[in-house]
């Protein structure tokens, strides 16, 4: 990127379609572990349409079929003011059975809800969006790979855009010649 930190060159509108791919990731939903008291117990978590309230259903088990219970509010985003992940979540003395490495914890200043994941891939999806709801920032990686690669190919086409190499409405093909014929 040329001697210029990423973060000053990156397009807003890359930034704000990664993370809403993301988001409407979460507002599907995706399998958790909540970690309480140390023990780790597996729901269904979402987006509530609103962005503004994370909730949970436990998974109803009836032979070899899993279905979701009701959906039930787990927490306001608002309530929170940061996303703890890896290291950090030491000083949360979490079980010695979670991996840190798939394990994030919303946090404000009276407690703390932990998370665990069990892709790295959700573990971003829910760790850069959270970031990105409570604050507008994202610091994963991943998310700044895809980011910065939505930049480089909206650059392209701003370039391609102003040497007028991409026409902005497709030329007219002629008629064929009236002689002219299909075999």
Known sequence: MHGLRFQDQIKPEAKELVIEKYVQI???GTMLDKVKSGKAQTRFFKLND???EIVGADILKSG???TKGN???ELRIKDFN???TGKHLATLKISKKID???AFALVNEKN???FSTTT?????RWVDSLRFLLDGNVKEPETLKEIEELTTLFNEIDTLKTFNEIPEIPKNLPNPPQSFTRK
């Open 26 to 28: 979460l507002l599907q």
């Open 50 to 52: 609103s962005k503004s």
């Open 64 to 66: 070899n079929t899993s």
């Open 71 to 73: 959906f039930q509010s």
């Open 82 to 84: 940061q996303v703890l």
């Open 100 to 102: 840190p490495d798939s």
């Open 112 to 114: 703390a809800q932990i």
């Open 120 to 124: 790295r891939e959700n573990f971003v």
